[in-house]
């Protein structure tokens, strides 16, 4: 497995351990042709990625911090030629549930684009990423149960007026609270139309 050239980011390393803390990331960027495409990506807790305003995932996958799991997507057919924009709504829990272990907030991100020339483009988390707080997605919510995380309650009247700066840069990839980064082997959900069938 490569090393990630990406580091782990936030809007500040001063509210990493906010409570249902929700943020967007932002970043454009200009290739010539696209040949190959993927794109390694985690978060604590959560995240929603989106290539060209086309919703491509959420993640990650639940696992330890001490072997923390990332999901590898192929992103070639949402790419194009000429200006190209990468979102991620991130989401920190900031308390436990029985599925994950939150140790902080932080988002890894690195595309890896093969042009049809062979040249190779990298598009990796750092300080030339933009965030904003996302002041919709209500932080101050109880937990759905016990078990689960906070409840998401969007107000839509606040998606406005995002205040956008550049990332803050928290850790290298492999320095941070979340060891022994692997790729995640389970498949992804196809969010594809499935219709109830009959029992007899």
């Known amino acids: 497995m490569n090393k990630f050239k990406a580091k782990w980011i936030w809007t500040s390393k001063e509210n990493c351990q906010a409570y249902n803390h929700t943020v967007i990331a932002l970043r454009e ?12 990506i985690t978060a ?3 995240y929603r990625l989106f290539i060209n305003e086309k919703w491509i995932k959420d993640g990650p996958a639940r696992s330890w911090p001490e072997h923390y799991y990332f999901d590898e997507i192929d992103i070639t057919t949402y790419l194009r030629p000429g200006v190209n924009t990468v979102k991620v709504i991130a989401r920190y829990y900031g308390t436990g549930d ?3 272990v939150p140790r902080q907030a932080g988002l890894l991100a690195e595309l890896t684009i ?5 040249k190779r483009v990298i598009i990796a988390t750092d ?3 933009e965030m904003a707080l996302a002041n919709a997605w209500r932080p101050n919510t ?3 149960s016990i078990q689960m995380e906070p409840a998401e ?12 700066r550049n990332a803050s840069v928290l850790y290298e990839a492999e320095n941070g609270p979340w060891k022994n980064l692997s790729k995640c082997e389970v498949a992804a959900m196809s969010r594809k ?3 109830p069938v009959a029992f007899c």
């Open 127 to 129: 300080d030339k990423w």
């Open 153 to 164: 309650f969007y107000d839509a009247r606040l998606e406005n007026g995002l205040s956008f």
């Open 193 to 195: 139309a499935k219709y």
């Open 142 to 144: 109880p937990k759905i």
């Open 98 to 100: 029985f599925h994950r």
């Open 29 to 40: 960027f200009k290739i010539k042709s696209v040949s190959d495409a993927t794109i390694r």
């Open 44 to 46: 604590d807790s959560f």
């Open 114 to 118: 093969t042009q049809q020339d062979g």
